[in-house]
């Protein structure tokens, strides 16, 4: 897990840590398919892009959480909602036109690299850091970052501890093999702190621990600490500490070697925040397409072949705001105004606005 931010600092104090970016070299177990779909997503020697194999499939095959609300989580009827799952949706309204043509894989953080590797899933969208080692060595692309983080803490309200000099002697929760784990190590190496890590291989029983009291702190991406404190028992008695101590840049992500499906998932992402900046909305993407607006016009795809150039249609892009709405829409519903979480934009917002959001040109 692996998270981050500066402004950041302010919106990441609200922000709810959705994700720990987890990192791990451990092989695939037990994957889910909610759908019940076992057909395997690989390919692997054809030579063949994976956007071929997903247009020849009529689906595309999404690895996701699964248990971070706002982010990527399943309810009890098997719906799936969340930021990271409209990104996945938006690139299946991209490439296939239907923004249900999806199959969602739950994948925790041992198992997530591995499954993308191996060709179970043609991507992530699942709170994974964007690092340098994941970048070269472990073989990764990440596509633009979808969401800025940063690694807090969270303790009990009345456990008197408020920095995390007062973790001398105490315990911390964490899960094991991530960033989230190394990032601790050194923020309290740094301030010469004797402390315990209590670490485990998912989140689920790490969470549980700090519930049950065996360790007075619990470690992650701050979205990831804010969305899970709403599962507690009693999540007031619950706070994160005003601290940040890493950056933590999530987003999707595919395998090397293949620029082809990459570009289709960059692009899509970008168009995201494109929409955006141009105001082009669920609701008015249509109406849009007549527009005299050179811009809307090339993005929508009534002017130019910029769809073309990737293997997609030209309105790859309206597609894909037609199913999910832009970016502002998109977090607003999951982690705005609109959820339970209502998280400012602070560093998420468009650079127009003071924000980091920033799409290279559609031309």
Same mark, same amino acid.
């Given at each position: 897990m692996h998270k981050c931010g500066s402004l950041l600092v302010a919106t990441?104090?609200?922000?709810?840590?959705?994700?720990?970016c987890e990192s791990s070299n451990t092989t695939s177990t037990n994957t889910t398919s909610p759908g019940g779909n076992s057909t395997p997503a690989s390919n692997s020697g054809t030579g063949q892009s994976r956007l071929d194999i997903?247009? $020849?499939?009529?689906?595309?095959?999404?690895?996701?959480?699964?248990?971070?609300?706002?982010?990527?989580?399943?309810?009890?009827?098997?719906?799936?909602s969340g930021l990271d799952v409209d990104v996945c949706k938006a690139v299946a309204a991209a490439v296939l036109g239907d923004p249900n043509a999806?199959?969602?894989?739950?994948?925790?953080?041992?198992?997530?690299?591995? +499954?993308l590797k191996a060709g179970e899933v043609d991507m992530l969208s699942r709170n994974t850091t964007w690092t340098i080692s994941r970048d070269s060595s472990v073989g990764?692309?990440?596509?633009?970052?979808?969401?800025? *983080?940063?690694?807090?803490m969270m303790v009990?309200? *009345?456990?008197?501890?408020?920095?995390?000099?007062?973790?001398?002697?105490?315990?911390?929760?964490?899960?094991?093999?991530?960033?989230?784990?190394?990032?601790?190590?050194?923020?309290?190496?740094?301030?010469?702190?004797?402390?315990?890590?209590?670490?485990? $291989?998912? +989140?689920?029983?790490?969470?549980?621990?700090?519930?049950?009291?065996?360790?007075?702190?619990?470690?992650?991406?701050?979205?990831?600490?804010?969305?899970?404190?709403?599962t507690l028992p009693n999540p007031n008695e619950h706070l994160l500490l005003d601290v940040t101590m890493s950056k933590e840049p999530l987003g999707p992500l595919t395998v090397n070697n293949d620029s082809?499906?990459?570009?289709?998932?960059?692009?899509t992402t970008f168009a995201l925040f494109e929409a955006e900046e141009l105001g082009v909305k669920q609701d008015n993407v249509d109406?849009?397409?007549?527009?005299?607006?050179?811009?809307?016009?090339r993005f929508l795809g009534t002017e130019g072949d910029l769809g073309k150039g990737m293997g997609l249609s030209n309105d790859f892009a309206a597609n894909a705001i037609k199913a999910v709405g832009n970016y502002g829409e998109v977090y607003e519903r999951n982690l705005g105004e609109g959820s339970q979480f209502k998280l400012p934009r602070g560093q998420n917002a468009l650079w127009t606005n003071g924000g980091l959001m920033y799409s290279p040109p559609f031309r």
């Open positions: 990441l104090l609200l922000v709810a840590s959705l994700t720990a997903v247009k $020849q499939r009529g689906k595309l095959i999404c690895g996701v959480d699964g248990k971070i609300p706002g982010f990527s989580f399943v309810n009890e009827s098997g719906e799936y999806v199959e969602f894989r739950n994948l925790d953080s041992t198992e997530r690299f591995e +499954a990764l692309e990440f596509a633009p970052t979808t969401f800025y *983080d940063g690694q807090g009990r309200q *009345d456990s008197g501890i408020t920095k995390l000099e007062d973790f001398q002697g105490k315990a911390v929760c964490v899960e094991a093999g991530t960033t989230t784990e190394l990032n601790l190590t050194d923020a309290m190496r740094q301030r010469g702190i004797q402390f315990e890590t209590v670490t485990f $291989q998912q +989140a689920d029983p790490a969470y549980a621990a700090y519930a049950e009291g065996r360790c007075q702190g619990m470690t992650s991406d701050k979205s990831q600490l804010v969305a899970r404190r709403s082809t499906w990459f570009d289709v998932v960059k692009w109406q849009l397409k007549t527009s005299d607006n050179p811009n809307i016009k």
